[in-house]
């Protein structure tokens, strides 16, 4: 038997029309008879189609505003049934049921209400019932019947009918279902994901997580891992809407290290000033403050160039003319901002393989959210780190108090520490990062990595000493022994910042203290694994 299908009838019920009437049109062409529903119908006949009500079909009208209207065995058992059963043709032919050939369907808008801060009333509203019942019982019925669930499928359906004489093949129709399935799956865990964060539910029995493919990846962080770049759909600002405006296809490492330091950057309100961010293997090599961004970068750069070369900049500002002529004038792998000038994009396209993105706005870095992560066998779940230092709960637990400056950058280092991967150590002055430490088994050897590159920058700036010396140090986590901190105060560091809570505190506080450096109690901790 043939596992050619053809479309003699279809029901469209959609509530994103984009190109519907073109579809519709192209399909009446075909001599396919047209069902519909409320407001696609309306449409359809204001193109000038014929179309047949379901309320017509099924000798009910919609009522309770919508709610009910496709919920009927002569619509569902037009898309279910077995068309190779004789006891389901007998059926249909009992009870007078037509057979439907093809559903085009997408959702009420779920996502989007939610995303616009809806009521709970209008939230509700818009939780489709009859869309997903028809999606699913289509896609189980996928020997018979084609199911369409966004408009990104309408051309590749016409190819299909131009191809096979109004027919759709079986490899096509499952291809369609497993998208079907896919969008009525996601849809499901945008709305149990929504209720549970409604109920304040901390721990739902069940959790579920869904993406649309946003692009496929050439290969994962090597070249033998295959991968993929799938956006959330809940329109928060972030990388997702970021627009490409020039460069290279974006590769699995330079989106997860865009994100790190776009994320990092937008922990800095542009009101306050300009700032910015390069990152290298997801990690802040280079973070600074500046009157303007050229300064700004500048002084990232200069914390250190060695790994800044071939890096990722984020800036909380739009890209000027000035920073873009010091960017271009190294290596650089992706740039992303808040804007460009027209002068910048110009000065860019002198360099077509730089990657240069731009956003509608910066992420909230206090937005609530979820930050995931696969294990063997399961997932880890937690809040994002949206903590922010909280002036009045900070310590000062050393005899010598640090001066305005000094707390000015020890706010600066404890914010870029908070990006950098544990353990963490990162020293500061005057608004810009002069040696992080990133990633390391011990705090101590953290601490000195840092030290030693702000040394190796020392000598490559041509400075008389490392920028250490007046510096200020952040420590993402408490210091379990004296040792890290007295390695920064050999480096220079005048002040400290750390969470506390070790058994050693006294220890480390007297360190301090026979050191004659200062040292600020967060009560808060930024692990980032």
Known sequence: ??????????????SDKTGLTGLARALADRGVVLLSTGGTAAALRQA?????????????????????KTLHPRIHGGILADRADAAHLAAMEAHGIAPIDLVVVNLYPFEATVASGASRADCIENIDIGGPAMIRAAAKNHADVTVIVEPADYAPLLDELARTNGQTTLPFRRVLAETAFARTAAYDAAVSGWMAGVNATPTPRRHVFAGTLSQALRYGENPHQTAAFYRDDTGSPGLAGAEQL????????????????????????AALGPACVIVKHANPCGVARGPTLAKAYHAAHDCDRTSAFGGIVAL?????AETALAITAI????????????????????????????????????????AVRQ????????????????????????RRKPTDAQMQDLAFAWTVAKHVKSNAIVYARGGATVGIGAGQMSRVDATRIAARKAEDMAEALGLSQPPTVGSVVASDAFFPFPDGLLTAARAGAGAVI????????????????????????????????
């Not at 909380?316 to 000027?320: A, I, K, T």
């Not at 294990?375 to 050393?398: F, K, N, Y």
Request: charged share 20%; net charge negative.
């Open 48 to 68: 000038g189609l014929a179309v047949t009500d379901v309320s017509e079909v099924t000798g009910f009208p919609e009522m309770m505003d919508g709610r009910v």
């Open 498 to 529: 750390q969470p506390g809570g070790s058994m050693r505190d006294d220890e480390v506080i007297a360190a301090a203290d026979d050191a004659g450096i200062a040292m600020v109690l967060t009560g808060i901790r930024h692990f980032r694994h």
């Open 1 to 14: 038997m043939t596992d050619l299908r053809p479309i003699r009838r279809a029901l469209l019920s959609v």
């Open 331 to 370: 290596f650089t792998e992706v740039v992303i901002a808040p804007g460009a000038s027209d002068e910048a994009r110009a000065i860019f396209a002198a360099k077509p393989n730089l990657r240069l993105l731009i956003l509608p706005g910066l992420p909230d870095p206090q937005a609530v959210g979820l």
């Open 246 to 269: 020039q460069g290279k296809a974006l590769s699995y490492n330079n989106i997860n290290d865009t994100d790190a330091a776009l994320a990092l950057a937008a922990e800095f309100p």
């Open 375 to 398: 294990v063997s066998g399961g997932w880890l779940v937690q809040d994002r780190d949206t903590a922010r230092l909280d002036p009045g709960q900070l310590r000062i637990v050393t």
């Open 316 to 320: 909380n500002q739009p890209l000027d």
